[in-house]
T-cell receptor
Framework: KAGVTQTPRYLIKTRGQQVTLSCSPI?????VSWYQQTPGQGLQFLFE???????NKGNFPGRFSGRQFSNSRSEMNVSTLELGDSALYLC????????????FGPGTRLTVL | KNEVEQSPQNLTAQEGEFITINCSYS?????LHWLQQHPGGGIVSLFM???GKKKHGRLIATINIQEKHSSLHITASHPRDSAVYIC?????????FGTGTSLTVIP
């Protein structure tokens, strides 16, 4: 079974731009969660999608949004980028029950200049 | 206020040593996760446990729900165990993560 894939792996943007990151879950997984990891804040939960609906949301501003498609692939979008948005963005997929094991993708390294 | 606290933050061990990483949390949970992150960013889920103890190879994880505490043990540590170990809990709709323990095992 193929693992979770994320594209692109690396991205450089400038302040004010917007960015879209993509995550393809493991086949059969219906839940996709997104996380931000920075040296200062560590890992933080962004949101979770299940069957095309946002099921849970972390404490991030509205500039961070996401969606999930019918094939369970998910995208997250960050608008009006700020320097502090520079981070590793990870997605994880699972079958969808609250305590199912999560399988992480390799992450997208976003640098905002 | 951190919902999840890990200790130690950094740990250096000689190959073969027994290692313990601790995690305490302040929220009610049904399960706790231990994650491993190698340099480069990839994260692997090691354990999900809600009671007692689980063992996988040289790794052992224990949890005491009443005391809100979990430990991750590594027996006969090896340089390939060098990584960041993160505990995570999910009380309800959000995940909360510890800041991680950076482990370096020296040959």
């Amino acid at each position: 079974k193929a693992g979770v894939t994320q594209t692109p792996r690396y991205l450089i943007k400038t302040r004010g731009q917007q960015v879209t990151l993509s995550c393809s879950p493991i086949s059969g997984h219906r839940s996709v969660s997104w996380y931000q990891q920075t040296p200062g804040q560590g890992l933080q939960f962004l949101f979770e999608y299940f069957s095309e609906t946002q099921r849970n949301k972390g404490n991030f501003p509205g500039r961070f949004s996401g969606r999930q498609f019918s094939n369970s692939r998910s995208e997250m979008n960050v608008s009006t980028l700020e320097l502090g948005d520079s981070a590793l963005y990870l997605c994880a997929s699972s079958l969808g029950q609250p305590n199912n094991e999560q399988f992480f993708g390799p992450g997208t390294r976003l640098t905002v200049l | 206020k951190n919902e999840v606290e890990q200790s130690p933050q950094n740990l250096t061990a000689q190959e073969g040593e027994f290692i313990t990483i601790n995690c305490s949390y302040s929220v009610g949970i049904s399960a706790l996760h231990w994650l491993q992150q190698h340099p480069g960013g990839g994260i692997v889920s090691l354990f999900m446990l809600s009671s007692g103890k689980k063992k996988h190879g040289r790794l052992i994880a224990t949890i005491n729900i009443q005391e809100k505490h979990s430990s991750l043990h590594i027996t006969a540590s090896h340089p390939r165990d060098s990584a960041v170990y993160i505990c995570a809990v999910r009380p309800g709709n959000q995940f909360y993560f510890g800041t991680g323990t950076s482990l370096t095992v020296i040959p």
